[in-house]
């Protein structure tokens, strides 16, 4: 028998198991940027895709939660808010955010859960020399990966966060947690991107299906912003296919992804 | 980002996942016998392994077994007793023999369980050009693989079984049994393994130790004698070794392993 080459390729009786757990499960990346990320670190480990429908997440998740070689979960949509309450420990951006994107079994037993996404978009940015220090930035959607999005970029130093949501309550909440945590940062409400922005985020589901409207006008941007998209499929949102052809730098969605893998298999003890 | 050459090398959102569940798990072949199955037959799937310790059985089932993309399981020690009761339905080898060592998720939804041990071993011998139909067999053990080996063997034509078991009872039961299910066919309690006997096959988990006698004695065996074990570790047991230094051929445990991977992965409905 032919040994396969990849680590991954052989999952053995002693491979460490990850799952990504939601509902639907079938066009998650997840799976493939982990594995990759595995193999490219010659870790013993693989993450599977767990389908959990909402009305059966307390069943399943107290059965995997109890399997001692299974060490860690990506969450994702729809079971980001709800999990925050079968972790041990809340740890603090996911205490502010109220909700989670992963959880890690640590060494006694207990589970801890975080989100990732806000630390994630930002590192993505860092790894295309693109650091948010200073900026004036707009972003759009204030639910839970805005939210992280929101904390993460405060924490990395903007100067100023203009924030617009449908959810106009919702936003003012943000805000306000926002401001108490950094006095030094302007922060607003807003419904359109200002001209000075110096980075516009889609952080709104807007972009997903292709009859979707723009999350929000391009028009008043000047010329050296940035526009980012949060939303990973598709990879190049209307918005984004917009900015290009107005010259526009754009920063893709799954540039997280791929820099959360990293924080989030770190999270799980999974990484040196 | 490179594709990587093998299908479970890159499992991904829409990967259908089958698990082993046993505890301890690490030492288990199974996942890289099912996953280079998968892998020669092109099928987008991966076997994970997953440590269900015995007293989180419930919980942990219960859970399992609502993942709507987990479409099977392998079952070893210790639950291939205690999860007959799980499944919906019990198909006819696992209702004689009171266990199950797999379980498939039917198109409605329902769970059915079978024990594959006996078909696998007896498909093994096969693959060897040994077809048993004829042969004179003695067997020590008449546990849960045991028992499916002997119907399996009785189903595949032998003309004799000699069983031996510690457990009287038990070996009585399953004569009597084997009796009622194959007239034709004479089956006898044994201390010894008859001198006249075509094939000897250890049952018993005698042989997994270093420490452990010989399950039984080689000594009356004529030259033809084909000696068999079910111990997939080690690979080589002190009575195949024995039977090797006597000039008699052997019949490892692993290709019991290897036909069960074609023939639950069939089951699941996970191979063409």
Known sequence: MPQPALPNARVQGGTRVFAIVGDPIAQT????????????????????????????????????MRIPNLGGFVVTVPHKIRLVEFVDEVLPI?????????????ADGRWRGEIYDGEAFVAGLRKFGRDPRGWKVFQAGAGGAGRAVAHALAAAGVARLDLADVAVERA?????????????????????????????????????????????????????????????????????????????????????????????????????
Chains 1, 2 share one sequence.
């Open 29 to 64: 990346r997840s799976p493939l940027v982990f594995n990759e990320l595995f193999l490219r670190h010659d870790v013993d480990a693989v993450l599977v895709p767990l389908q959990v429908p909402a009305a059966d997440l307390d069943t399943v998740m107290r059965g995997l």
């Open 94 to 106: 996911a205490a502010r955010v109220g909700a989670i994107n992963c959880m890690a079994r640590a």
């Open 172 to 272: 003012a909440e943000l805000l306000a947690d926002l401001s108490r945590l950094y006095p030094d940062t302007v922060f607003r409400f807003a419904h359109d991107a200002p001209a000075d922005s110096d980075m516009v985020v889609n952080a709104t589901p807007c972009g997903m299906a292709a009859a979707d409207p723009l999350p929000f006008a391009l028009d008043p941007l000047g010329p050296h912003a940035l526009v980012a998209d949060l939303i990973m499929k598709p990879e190049q949102t209307a918005l984004l296919q917009l900015a290009e052809a107005r010259g526009l730098a754009t920063h893709l969605g799954r540039h997280l992804l791929d820099c959360q893998a990293e924080i989030i298999a770190r999270f799980w003890g999974a990484l040196p």
